[in-house]
């Protein structure tokens, strides 16, 4: 009985090295596979299945089911160093949690999932956190719930909301200064800057409108119609990570995702479904835009108004009345005793 | 059309101009629609006299529709409030006028805006339009304008001061009124257009179906040959167009001239740049002089028929305004010889465009289908441009690499344009030219505002507006300014996010605008106060817990574009009673200055302060009817484009 357990165990190692060498880790065993790989003598199928019996317990292989088959899975030796060291409850917990893989599982998951009591979960979470096997995240859709996931993996998007998170929260900040960063960086792009030694003759011969700009200012022109050097996703990607004001790698998706913020600005226009994209101001006017910008950020916004394009409701006292809809001749509020007229007009005037 | 606020407006207007007869008449009939004469005598509380003098007058102005039933052979009346509204036009028109026309053209129109109509023969014995320069000194002349304006019958105006003779007639008004029609800024009035556009429509359709070919037919194919032939017959009825055998070679008269002293328009520190068409009118009086003695040696000066009845058109000034807000647009982000081309374009295209749109309403967002304008040849553009412009010296190279390169080859060809720059250089060849304005044209017709679109007919390059999506981007921009300015940038984020994907829940909101919840809530809660964007409920189960519902967020533009154009008409109805109470605060001051024999020397009775006092309160009142224009801006936005 002895010899015939050592036997096993002796296959059974051979056979878990062969599945190693011949396979990938993420690679589903079906039978076939094993008999396949002719360790097993005569392909003896109760012999085989207790060789996968015995890797399962010494948790070597998982076993799975896959449309009503059994299939098995690898594990690498490591981790199932690890799990022979946990008591099976925190095994079982391990193994959900293993499971959902980077998207992370929920506590009240787990507790569906392996029906423990609620205090021994606890226990078993705290445990496996405590030999630093799972970790707990943040999930951005769900910010209230408390999930784990495996120490070593990083989370997906979907659970972090992509690169523009930190810790669940949107990062405003860097979001901020790494737009203004592409904005600029597209704007150079789009606009044709005129050489300094150009500058002069061109202001002969545009003689018109522009020819008071100031010397020392630098002149840019629009590139013809189906220019095709506007940068792309992929250049841009490049030139932010190249610029070293992210701390993490940015991907294309990433990128993408604050281009279209941006084109929701009108800062920049895509062209050609989104495969390039163009600047709506000059490098100068994106320059002034940003260095204006920065002091007022945030909440007055009267300043703010000031630099805005205007139409006839935002100037007029009753665009901004805060009573306008209350107010009627000979009512309470009325145009004969309104209050924001007076100022107005001697606002208008004053100019 | 008819709601509270624009009801009130009109009023206020027509109170505004015509004084206080013609507004009480115009409530009644706003407030309770068509009336008969003894009804509307009833419910107007008004003497026999003062009525009949009231409508015949408004009916001159087309302030009043009117229609005589064949049923029961009553007249009814109606208020006509496009007529009333327009009246905050005509400044604006006028201007646009005077800068297109010159000074004279503008005082014609504005002596038939305030005729309302009038028959060619009329005009002709009118001393104003005799000769400016006698006029203006004159101030029994300029008195009389005032009663014109205030008082109400234009009718018999044309008697006092018949001083001028007829003889030394009119060398100029023909060809100007000539030029107005030719451009369609004015037109014959048909009797239909004193019946209101339902009337018309309904009266057409009866005749329609009462002939014989009709009436045999039914059911649905009845109804539709019913209704097409009736919109034939209004539109056949309706029809004033004047400019038909005017046009000379696709242009009207008097425009020509732009062309020819294109030039020194040109080199004038751009005008244009600043202001558009609008800002156009800075030429001096002297130039103007020397196009008009061109005119009449250049276009035939055989006089309009003398009987015709002609009146402004309105629908015609709606899309010469519109287009100077293209350029408007234009003027954002593209280079000035770009702007001056689609000026040119856009010229062409007025010519062409009768009305701003074909329906009555602006179509639903999303429901509108587009309409392009007339296309106009490449050729006929390049014709238009002055061919001073610097068309290569405002776009950059194709590839930037090689220029370094093609400016050492080429130092000979770039120093002479250098040098040579202010006068007549080498011709450059016309295809080149062409190639050139094409160009321009390309780069008015990227994104986002699209302003151009090119258009191949049988090999001919061919450009066109596209002008149901521009006139729906002036609306969108015109909302996100205010947007902007109520609740700042991060709102006009979300409300293009909004504008782009339709509704959305918040997370989905948050991970596109990339805004944090607290200031997406924030923004999104004072939108929905100021009613900009709403919420809908979509319950998960059938008890519709909270907790169960989804909540998308969604910006439905013309929900929000017709609230805010009953604000607009409220603001501006505002302004007129606040200009109306200042008047009264100032009442005593204002009637000194108002009396006959002080108006007009005022230098001569006024002190010191009091004229400073006067300056003041004119300027007070010019603010506040600056306002108004700009107000009635944003309506046509609205409305009218």
Redesign the interface.
């Known amino acids: 009985m002895a010899s015939a357990g050592s036997q096993v165990a002796e296959l059974a190692s051979k056979l878990y090295d062969a599945c190693v060498n011949e396979f990938d880790s993420d690679h589903l065993f079906y039978q076939n596979d094993f008999l396949n790989l002719k360790v097993i003598p005569k392909n003896d199928v109760a012999l085989l299945l207790e060789c996968t019996q015995s890797l399962v317990n010494q948790n070597l292989f998982r076993l799975l089911q896959k449309d009503g088959k059994l299939t098995w899975k690898l594990i690498d030796r490591e981790d199932a160093e690890k799990l022979r060291n946990l008591t099976p409850d925190e095994a079982m917990v391990y193994n959900v949690i293993h499971s959902t893989e980077r998207t992370g599982i929920w506590v009240r998951h787990i507790g569906n999932r392996t029906n423990l009591h609620k205090s021994i979960l606890d226990r078993c979470l705290k445990a496996l956190e405590g030999k630093n096997y799972i970790k707990s995240l943040h999930n951005v859709k769900y910010p209230s719930r408390k999930m784990y996931m495996l120490a070593g993996l990083a989370p997906s998007e979907e659970v972090t909301g992509g690169a523009w998170f930190t810790d669940g929260v949107l990062d405003a900040n860097f979001i901020n200064s790494v737009a203004g960063y592409i904005e600029y960086t597209v704007s150079r792009r789009s606009w044709f800057e005129v050489p300094a030694s150009d500058r002069k003759n061109k202001r002969i011969k545009t003689a018109s409108g522009k020819a008071e700009v100031k010397s020392d200012e630098k002149t840019y022109l629009p590139y013809p119609h189906g220019y095709a050097g506007y940068p792309t996703v992929a250049q841009i990607t490049a030139a932010v990570n190249d610029s070293g004001i992210t701390p993490v790698r940015l991907g294309e998706e990433s990128v993408v995702q604050l281009l279209e913020m941006l084109c929701y600005d009108n800062k920049l226009v895509a062209l050609g479904n989104g495969e390039w994209y163009r600047s709506l101001k000059s490098p100068e006017a994106v320059k002034a835009a940003q260095s204006r910008k920065a002091p007022i950020e945030g909440d007055d916004l009267s300043v703010a108004n000031k630099h805005l394009v205007k139409n006839g409701m935002t100037e007029a006292p009753c665009g901004q009345c805060p009573v306008f809809k209350l107010c009627a001749p000979g009512g309470a509020v009325s145009p004969e005793t309104c209050e924001y007229f007076d100022p107005w007009l001697s606002n208008g005037l004053g100019f | 059309m008819m709601s509270q606020c624009s009801a009130e407006l009109c009023m206020l207007l027509i109170e505004d101009n015509f004084g206080e007869l013609f507004a009480r008449i115009f409530t009644v009939l706003q407030r309770y629609e068509r009336l008969t004469l003894p009804r509307l005598k009833f419910y107007a509380r008004l003497s026999d006299r003062q009525l009949h003098n009231g409508l015949s007058a408004m009916i001159q102005h087309h302030l009043i529709y009117h229609f005589t039933s064949l049923d029961d052979g009553n007249t009814y009346y109606e208020a006509n409030p496009q007529a009333a509204y327009s009246l905050v036009r005509s400044g604006k028109i006028l201007q646009l006028v005077e800068s297109r026309l010159g000074e004279y053209a503008a005082q014609v129109l504005e002596t038939i805006m305030n005729l309302g109509h009038s028959s060619i023969a009329n005009l002709e014995t009118l001393p104003e339009l005799q000769s400016t320069k006698q006029r203006i000194p004159n101030g029994v002349n300029h008195g009389e304008e005032e009663i014109e304006e205030n008082g109400g019958k234009e009718g018999d105006l044309a008697a006092p001061n018949g001083d001028h003779a007829v003889s030394e007639k009119p060398a100029r008004l023909h060809p100007t009124l000539k030029s107005l029609a030719s451009h369609g800024y004015i037109h014959r009035l048909r009797e239909a257009h004193f019946q209101s556009p339902n009337d018309n429509w309904l009266d057409a359709s009866r005749i329609i179906s009462s002939r014989p070919d009709v009436k045999i037919m039914k059911g649905k194919q009845q109804a539709m040959e019913i209704e097409e032939k009736a919109k034939e017959m209004v539109k056949e009825r309706t029809e004033g167009d004047l400019s038909r055998g005017l046009m000379y070679n696709g242009l009207p008269q008097g425009a020509k001239k732009k062309r020819d002293h294109g030039n020194k328009e040109?080199?004038?520190?751009?005008p244009?740049?600043t202001n558009g068409v609008n800002g156009g009118h800075v030429d001096d009086e002297e130039e103007e002089e020397n196009d008009w003695s061109e005119d009449e040696d250049g276009i035939d000066s055989m006089p309009m028929d003398s009987n015709l009845i002609i009146r402004v058109n309105y629908e015609k000034f709606d899309v010469a305004l519109r287009n100077t807000r293209f350029l408007e647009l234009a003027e954002q982000?593209?280079?000035?010889a770009s702007i001056q081309i689609y000026e040119c374009l856009l010229r062409r295209i007025e010519y062409q465009t009768a009305r701003c749109r074909d329906s009555y309403e602006i179509p639903r967002e999303g429901e509108e289908g587009e309409q392009y304008s007339a296309p106009i040849q490449l050729s006929s553009i390049v014709e238009d441009v002055d061919p001073d412009l610097?068309l290569t010296?405002?776009?950059?190279?194709?590839?930037?690499s090689t220029?370094l390169n093609r400016?050492g080859k080429r130092p000979l060809d770039?120093d002479t344009?250098?040098v040579n720059?202010?006068e007549h250089e080498d011709e450059p060849s016309g295809q080149n030219r062409a190639y050139e304005i094409d160009?321009h044209l390309?780069?008015l017709?990227?994104?986002?505002l699209n302003l151009t679109t090119k258009h191949v007919i049988s090999g001919l390059p061919t450009w066109r507006v596209a002008f149901r999506g521009l006139a729906r981007k002036l609306r969108h921009l015109?909302l996100e300014?205010?947007i902007?300015?109520?609740y700042?940038?991060v709102a006009?984020?979300v409300i293009?996010?909004l504008h782009?994907k339709g509704k959305l829940d918040e997370?989905r909101l948050?991970?596109?605008?990339?805004?944090?919840?607290k200031?997406l809530r924030q923004t999104l809660a004072s939108m929905q106060t100021g009613g900009f964007v709403d919420l809908q409920e979509v319950p998960r189960d059938a008890q519709r817990q909270p907790s169960k519902t989804i909540y998308l967020w969604y910006y439905d533009p013309d929900r929000v574009c017709s609230s805010?154009l009953e604000?607009?008409y409220?603001?501006m109805?505002?302004?007129l009673?606040?200009i109306k109470?200042e008047r009264t605060r100032e009442r005593d001051f204002l009637e000194k200055t108002e009396r006959t024999d002080v108006k007009g020397h005022e230098e001569e009775f006024l002190s010191e302060a009091e004229l400073e006092h006067l300056r003041?309160w004119k300027?007070?009142e010019a603010?506040?009817l600056a306002?108004v224009s700009?107000?009635?801006?944003?309506v046509a936005v609205f409305r009218d484009y």
């Open positions: 040109s080199n004038q520190p751009a244009n740049g982000d593209a280079p000035s610097d010296g405002c776009i950059g190279p194709m590839e930037p220029v400016r770039d344009n250098g720059g202010d160009q390309s780069i017709s990227q994104p986002p015109e300014r205010m902007e300015s109520r700042g940038d006009l984020r293009r996010v782009a997370k948050q991970e596109i605008s990339l805004l944090p919840f200031d805010i604000d607009t409220k603001a109805s505002r302004c009673q606040r109470f003041n300027a007070k603010l506040l306002e700009r107000l009635d801006d944003m």
